[in-house]
């Protein structure tokens, strides 16, 4: 995100009445107070971290957001959440934005991210749990670096920290029910 051009500036509350039923939280609640993003360890890596990305839905610059990096680096460790005295969950809101952002069919600002994203829900939905090997070989190549971190996969392999088949859960039926249920896994 760059800078905030307030000319396309638009308080839509249509808008806001979007995100807020995606994501089940009251976006127009931020004062802006800036303590979800002074704890936020993405904030520095991305273009402002939470409290901007608040503050562009507040004027109704949704596009900016989805097309931006701090919805993807958000880590959802839920620090931002807990540190709210609006007690907004912050990082639901993050995460609505990734969906709502996929929906448009946005190219995501960090394709890499995204690919993981994606490669994580699959595995846990098709087994239960991560499956370690599998997705970082899986994601190595659909972001085109096949060899990537090799030296150390084979290091972790031989020491029996990665298993070279996926294991899954007892109750694998009840995870993939609650994946259709809840219209989670890649989307």
């Known amino acids: 995100m760059e800078r905030i051009n307030l000319t396309q500036a638009n308080t839509n509350s249509a808008l806001l009445a979007k995100v807020t039923r ?11 107070c800036g303590k979800c993003t002074a704890g936020c360890l993405m904030a520095g890596a991305g273009d402002g971290g939470p409290r901007l990305v ?27 959440t807990v540190r709210c005295p609006r007690e907004i969950d912050v990082a ?13 069919g946005q190219r995501p600002a ?24 599998g997705v970082m070989v ?6 085109g670096r096949p060899f990537k971190d090799a030296d150390l996969g084979q290091k972790l392999f031989f020491r029996g920290k990665l298993r070279l ?23």
């Open 54 to 80: 608040m503050r562009l839905l507040q004027f109704g610059l949704l596009d900016q957001v989805l097309s931006g990096k701090a919805i993807w680096l958000c880590a959802a460790c839920g620090i931002c």
């Open 92 to 104: 639901k809101v993050m995460e609505s934005l990734r969906r709502m952002a996929r929906q448009t």
């Open 165 to 187: 088949l996926p294991s899954r859960v007892r109750k694998v039926a009840a995870v993939k029910q609650l994946f259709a249920r809840t219209g989670g896994g890649a989307a």
């Open 22 to 32: 995606e994501s089940g939280q009251d976006i127009s609640a931020c004062y802006q």
């Open 138 to 143: 899986a994601h190595n190549i659909k972001t």
């Open 110 to 133: 960090e394709p890499a991210v995204a690919a993981f994203e994606d490669l994580f829900l699959t595995c846990v939905s098709r087994h239960g749990r991560m499956h370690e090997l």
